[in-house]
């Protein structure tokens, strides 16, 4: 693809739409929550990936 990467449908609704461009609507959405601690990390790693999430 050439050219810029394509604004993602969130920031094109708040930053306005100076295309007049029809907005996406079945874009992706990525899924929501903090994932679960992988079971193989240690008592440390646990610590900063729930730090961290």
């Given at each position: 693809?050439?050219?810029?990467?394509?604004?993602?449908?969130?920031l094109?609704?708040?930053?306005?739409?100076?295309?007049?461009?029809?907005?996406?609507?079945?874009?992706?959405?990525?899924?929501?929550?903090?994932?679960?601690?992988?079971?193989?990390?240690?008592?440390?790693?646990?610590?900063?990936?729930k730090?961290?999430?």
């Amino acid at each position: 693809m050439s050219g810029p990467p394509k604004t993602p449908t969130h920031l094109r609704l708040v930053r306005g739409n100076p295309s007049k461009r029809p907005i996406n609507k079945n874009e992706p959405q990525p899924a929501k929550g903090v994932p679960p601690v992988p079971k193989h990390f240690d008592k440390q790693g646990k610590y900063w990936f729930k730090r961290m999430a």
